[in-house]
């Protein structure tokens, strides 16, 4: 008798742990760097904190060797890099974030004609965003008089608050957090300077990606996550203000003063991977180092045959 109990309450948790996963309350495992790409999740997040790691953006790629997420937000060259080599078996499932570069001064009258004879100091030497950041210019003939290099949009950052006649590349929230301490800080997007160039409302910067083993055994889940991903992104648009206490309560960025400024300017925007192709390539054209020299393969993006 005490087995015939045994045998049926075990059928029946595992009915109902099915039952749960067919509902969507699978606990999808999600890794993300704890930055502005970050926010693009933020209002899912907040919901289920404990289904989402947040790691230094440095470490993000170790992510993927892990093999342990669902999803991981990730700078898109880093993920088409590892796949190339194959080091990850993640795909591209959508893009997420489009660039939130800027070039910041506190000189008077700060204008983008003043990087030609000037020397501007940008972070993250040899990375796509450094390279998008001067194609930008020099596509625009605004190619600088001489580049300086730091390690980190928070070292520009401190450049541009210290020194009154610095040029530097930084990015959102950084640059909000520079603008509160000084208002007379001028920025240019970056974002406006690769429109001119390119025609597109920015580069591929940031993409969430997806494990090839949660695609092959919770296809639905895989789906029905992206919908809820698109949701997120649009909010951070339409609904700024529930972004902005997430973030804070995820303690992706400090305060809603900051969070509320920022957010709108980090560029933030859902697109599938299939639909974003085309731009993912003409970011990759910029520099094909920072893809692993060459283009993605057609099998790299989620829903490709």
Known sequence: MKKFISLILTSLLALSALSAQDSGTYAVKVSAPNGAPALSLATLAAKNPENYTFVAAETISAEFANNEADFIIAP????????????????????????????????KNFKLKDIKKSEITIFGENTINASVALAALEKNKLKAKSVAYLGSAAATQALLLSDANAIVLTAEPALTAAK???PKITAYSVNDLFKKATGFNGYTQAGLFVRAETIAENPQLVEDFLVRAEESCEKCTSDVDSVAKAAVALEILPNEKIALSA????AIRFMTSLSAKNQVETTANIDLAQFGGALPADDFYYGEN
């Open 180 to 182: 509160i301490k000084n």
């Open 76 to 107: 898109i060259n880093a993920g088409a890099k590892l796949y190339k080599m194959g080091k990850s078996t993640y795909k591209l499932a959508a893009v997420v974030t489009w660039g939130n570069l800027y070039f910041a001064s506190q000189k």
């Open 263 to 266: 957010i709108p300017n980090c």
